[in-house]
């Protein structure tokens, strides 16, 4: 009786969807959970279960709105455990005429089903997920012949596209700058912390159970009577509502702050809804800049520009370059970093505070901050010299918000510079100084974050120098870097001795830091 199969993959949950606008008797939508994608890498239990309880939701919901919905849930003997070969059997055995699916954003599955194309037998055709707000064909436009992809140049075009904190002139931006960073990223003064968000409690015991007995290996922990993180619209809504009432206020201010008495602070933990399409960015951002006119006196527009940039212009950007360099991009290894991660980046266990706050935040929550991520997990593991491709199935796995088309450029780009530069103009690295400056780990902290070498000291300073010093040759010539080898070089020859084999002392005893 149906004669086309619609595909709704697990990260397309968008109800707006022209898809879902009329109701087509002959169309049935088919949703499945796969083992091709609980085991592509290890992933946080939250992350399985977060994405699982979304999509049925979203079943629910199409039945709710009368679509014929078939979900393959893991236990069913039907499914064949792969998004390809489980079309196939569908078409086969219902007797189908077409398929259609929405575009997906990951490079493995769009190449899987361009290929099941091939072989179907039957026409196929790919929609828009109308999710995003430039097209992968805009993005090469925009950068064609150019050396560099400036993130700046992007988020200007995209701000003067969508009129967003624009002028009535439609080309001069609010309040005379396109950016205002230079006010924002303070350090977090004493005691404050935002006040509990009051979020939605889920009981997915049932999930977490079929989880353990499929057997999947995973990483993290879960309460399975309080799984907090959104799983429909509706709910999503909410986390925005409190992150405009308690968060946009500081969003800037406080957005590269890190601290041990919250794994959240000021950000909005809107990117797992926003990856799996519960909420279109356009509605965060106009809902956003709505909050700020009608509280100006409380909310700046520094804030509130902070916030739109995060995901009109790195959002969308780290998707043009994903696209714009993929496959090749998933191989790049500027340095030639060849090292597994330590064991602790899976448990925690580590004296060295920042990393042990960082990591066990993730294990508890499937989160960490932009800054836990760049500035304590990423930048240790480029001062270690991890091999990238270890670092990105870590950050894959371990982040409720992680999909390849966001994770990629943001780890090996961004945070790793294995893509020599086409992200970053230089690499993010720091000593202990900076961690010191943006946090409140330092005290306590086994390592003293003022020594370079010797009993304590702490092991990001050695690891800083000596992580400059072997790549000179790749770096030197960099001009954002020149006051770094300038302070090298001006360090007397012991002085560099002892930072390097402290250096090489932690490198070799990683396990034990
Ligand atoms: P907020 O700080 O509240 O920011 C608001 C929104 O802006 C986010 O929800 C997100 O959608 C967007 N955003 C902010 N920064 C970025 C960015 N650099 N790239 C893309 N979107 C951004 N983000 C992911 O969504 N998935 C990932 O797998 C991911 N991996 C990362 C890996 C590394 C090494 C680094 C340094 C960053 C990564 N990010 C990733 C970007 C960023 O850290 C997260 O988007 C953010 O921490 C999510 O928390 P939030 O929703 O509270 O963000
Ligand atoms: Fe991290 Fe070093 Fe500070 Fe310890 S002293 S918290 S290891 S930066």
């Known amino acids: ?200 409690q889920h009981d997915v015991r049932e999930l977490v159970d079929l989880v353990h007995s499929a057997g999947i290996s995973y990483i993290g922990q879960i309460d399975p009577l309080r799984f907090t993180w959104p799983l429909s619209k509706a709910e999503a809504l909410q986390v925005l509502e409190y992150f405009l009432r308690h968060g946009l206020r500081f969003f800037g201010t406080y957005q590269d702050a890190m601290t041990e008495r919250h794994p959240f602070l000021y950000h909005s933990r809107l990117s797992f809804a926003l990856n799996v399409k519960l909420i279109h960015p356009l509605e965060v951002v106009e809902a956003a800049i709505r909050y700020w006119r009608s509280h100006e006196s409380e909310v700046s527009l520094a804030q509130v520009e902070g916030f739109v940039r995060q995901i009109i212009g790195w959002r969308e950007y780290v998707r043009g370059i994903y696209w714009a360099q993929m496959p090749e991009y998933g191989q790049l290894n500027f340095f030639g970093h060849q090292l597994p991660l330590p064991s602790w980046y899976w448990t925690g266990k580590t004296d060295m505070r920042c990393l042990r706050f960082a990591i066990g935040q993730s294990l508890e929550h499937a989160y960490a901050h932009h800054i836990q991520r760049l500035m304590l997990t990423g930048n240790f593991a480029l001062l270690y010299g991890a091999h990238p491709s270890e670092v990105d199935a870590w950050y894959l796995g371990i982040y409720i918000d992680a999909l390849e088309w966001v994770e990629m450029p943001n780890t090996r780009g961004m945070s790793q510079f294995a893509d020599g530069g086409i992200v970053g103009t230089k690499p993010y690295v720091s000593s202990a100084n900076y961690i010191h400056s943006m946090s409140d780990y330092c005290q306590g902290c086994r390592y003293d974050p003022k020594k370079r070498y010797g009993a304590n000291a702490c092991p990001f300073n050695s690891m800083y120098w000596s992580f400059y010093h072997r790549h000179e040759a790749l770096l030197a010539k960099n001009p954002r870097i020149g006051m770094a080898y300038r302070l090298w070089s001006g360090m007397d020859a012991t002085e560099k001795q002892r930072i390097l084999d402290q250096a090489e002392y932690y490198r070799r005893e990683v396990e034990n830091l």
């Open 1 to 200: 009786m149906y004669h086309t199969l619609r595909l709704i993959l697990v990260d397309q949950l968008n109800e707006q969807h022209c898809w879902l606008a009329e109701k087509d008797e002959g169309v049935l939508y088919v949703l499945m959970e796969c083992r091709s994608e609980t085991d592509y890498v290890r992933h946080h239990i939250q992350k399985i279960v977060g994405f699982f309880a979304a999509m049925r939701r979203f079943a629910a919901l199409l039945r709710e709105k009368g679509h014929a919905v078939d979900y393959l849930p893991l236990d069913d003997p039907r499914n064949r455990q792969s998004v390809a070969e489980n079309i196939r059997y569908l078409v086969a055995s219902l007797g189908l005429q077409r398929f259609e699916y929405q575009e997906p954003d990951e490079y493995r599955l769009s190449s899987e089903l361009k290929a099941l194309a091939g072989v179907l037998g039957i026409p196929v055709q790919g929609y828009d997920t109308e999710h995003f707000l430039s097209s992968p064909q805009a993005f090469g436009e925009l950068f064609k012949g150019k050396k560099t992809y400036l993130m700046e140049s992007f988020y200007r075009k995209m701000r003067v596209k969508y009129r967003l904190l624009m002028e009535e002139d439609g080309t001069t931006p609010l309040g005379g700058r396109w950016n205002f960073d230079a006010e924002n990223r303070k350090k977090l003064p004493a005691q404050a912390v935002p006040p509990p968000a009051c979020l939605q």
